[in-house]
């Protein structure tokens, strides 16, 4: 059974985009010794991040439910939304010629290289590292224009990406759950203080 840091560097070392990431050697030798870093902890990092246990007032699921609902979701109500690829823990969309990427993530390890041109969206836990995280997105524009990372347990986001796609899961998660994600206090402050988004008056 992994706990929450050796599924973070498991998933930094399966991951390719983070091949030669600086990596907490004590648990990483936890991982070797458990046998995990074979492609063999594919299943187990999996595991991991669709079990996460998602808790609203009315309803009680996992983040991989949510995931593999809104997959069913686009592809059989959203004639406009392509399914390009879709796993438990992964679902690549195309709406018009516009790829965007939503991931189940264990954590937040090396969060800069998982930026790129494709809009992606990390589904995760922000609490361990949300001052930090808030930190990253607030200070670093091309960051928070290409990454967001929302957390459904805390109803949160961090980030400011253009994607229809996401629009279309807020829109999937209002309808079926009756929830409403809001970006994090501190992410809005931080905008705020920086003179990058203005609170109107009156």
Request: hydrophobic share 45%; glycine share 6%.
């Amino acid at each position: 059974m992994l706990d929450e840091r050796q599924a973070a560097v498991l998933e930094a070392l399966l991951d390719e985009r983070l091949a030669g990431l600086p990596l907490p050697a004590e648990v990483v030798r936890e991982v070797e010794q458990a046998g995990l870093a074979e492609p063999e902890g594919e299943a187990a990092l999996e595991a991991f991040v669709t079990a996460r246990p998602i808790e609203w007032a009315t309803r009680t699921t996992t983040q991989g439910q949510i995931l593999a609902a809104f997959t069913v979701h686009c592809l059989d109500e959203l004639e406009e939304i392509e399914v390009v690829e879709a796993s438990p823990a992964r679902l690549v969309l195309r709406w018009r010629n516009k790829v965007s990427r939503l991931e189940l993530r264990a954590g937040f390890l090396g969060l800069e290289r998982l930026a790129s041109e494709t809009p992606t969206m990390l589904l995760g836990d922000l609490e361990p590292a949300l001052d930090e995280l808030v930190s990253r997105f607030v200070a670093d524009s091309e960051l928070r224009s290409r990454l967001a990372v929302y957390d459904l347990a805390r109803l949160e986001k961090v980030g400011a990406v253009r994607s229809s796609a996401f629009v279309y899961f807020e829109w999937f998660l209002r309808d079926e759950f009756g929830v409403k994600l809001l970006p994090s206090p501190g992410f809005t402050q931080g905008l705020i203080d920086r003179g990058v988004i203005h609170l109107g008056m009156g």
